[in-house]
Structures are given as C-alpha cells and as structure tokens.
C-alpha cells in the first residue's frame, strides 16, 4: 500500500476526480461547452498562483468534453496544448497551431512565419467558410512565458478566436491575473469579451481533501498510511505559505 500510495500522490499521476475546484470546473465547462455548441470562438482566461489546479482542472475538462463529442452529444472538435515553458521561441506556437488546423502533422517543414501568414489568410476567410468546418480548442499554458517584446504571439492568439466562423476556443492559463491589460490596449480588450476565471490559492481544508481524495482514489485507506494530525499540520504549513496543492503532495511523499 505504501508504494501505492506513493504512486498517487505523485504531482504527474492524474486523479480520478479533482476536489475543491467543482465551480471554477463548471464554469470553464460551461463556456467552452457552449461555444462549441454555438459554431463560435472565443477566449477564457484562467489566472492563479502556481499550483492551484489551473491546469488539471482544463485538462478534466478536456476529458469532459472528449467524451461528450463521442457520444454525439456536442460537436467533434480537436484539441491542441502549447505550453510556453516547452518552446524555445514564443512563435513557436503559430507552428504547432498550423499543423493541427490544417490537419497535416507531417507539416513540420513551415516556418513559425509562414505558419503565421498561413494562420492570418485561414482565420480573416473563416467567416465564408461552410458549417462543416472544424472546431479547435486550444490549450495555451504557461501564457507568461509567450509574452514577447511586440506581444504579437499572445495578441493573435487572444485575436483571432473573436473572428466571426473562427471556430477557434482559447483557454490561456498564466500566473498573473493583469496579463491582458499589460498586452493589449482598452478597445481591444472589451472587444474580446474575455471570460475571466481566478483560481484561489487553496485552503488549509482543501489541501487535507486534496490529499485524502489522492489516497482513497488510489483504494489506501489514508488513516493507514499517514496519520491525520501529520496531514493538517503540513495542510496548516503549505496554506500559510503558499496554498500550493504541489508542495504537499511532495510532503505528503
């Protein structure tokens, strides 16, 4: 059990269900749910200190949404994750973005350029395109890492979801809840029409659930393995510190 254990409280083993974030889960569900159902783009924000669950919770509801398109239930649409910390150049990302619209992997020859020129004529005609043209969720992880000097990458990425037919659904996932107002001026902000969500760092109680849920999900009866007062005592530490659900399943390890 003890390996067992250690194996589910890893920070890269993904859980079977993600506690105490069920209403920031729903909200990023409902919005992304309803634009793919709508045929329309759009872009929400997910800001919060590191380790409060943003990305896991994008990443249940990924899963979420995967299983609704199979069973027919919402529109097919396809799914691209760019993490800023994996790219050595912020431009990167028109590349990768390409290739998935397209629908050509083996495209890896165009430049971050051309992708770009590519990107700017598929989206400024996506509004004459036909119903049956493909949707695509964009994951954009670590946004505080593709932010350039001219602010290009993180601007088109916010840009071109707004377009009309573009079909496109951002979720940026950053650090710093101020990210759009540094990158881009008032007007086109309200344009955007960005849904905003901030995930709290969490709290004493809600990193001794995070714990005990990792241990039940993985069938350890937690009273087994780690005694309950050595739980809240690093709950009562982690949350005064930080709130991050990381640094306490590394404790809890």
Known sequence: PYLRALATLHVSATPDDLPCRDEEFERVLGKVEGLLEEGEGGCIYVSGVPGTGKTATVHAVVRTLHARAQASEIPPF????????????????????????????????????????????????SGRRGPEAGCFVVLMDELDQLITTKQDVVYNFFNWPTLPGSRLVVIAVANTMDLPERVMAGKVRSRLGMERINFAPYTRDQLKEIVNSRLRGGNVPPEKIMHADAIQIAAMRVAGVSGDARRILDISR
């Open 78 to 125: 396809t799914f691209l994750e760019v993490n800023g910390l994996k790219l050595t150049d912020a431009r990167e990302a028109y590349a990768e973005l390409w290739r998935v619209v397209s629908g050509d992997d083996m495209d890896k020859r165009v430049s971050p350029g051309e992708a770009l020129r590519r990107l700017v004529a598929y989206f400024e005609r």
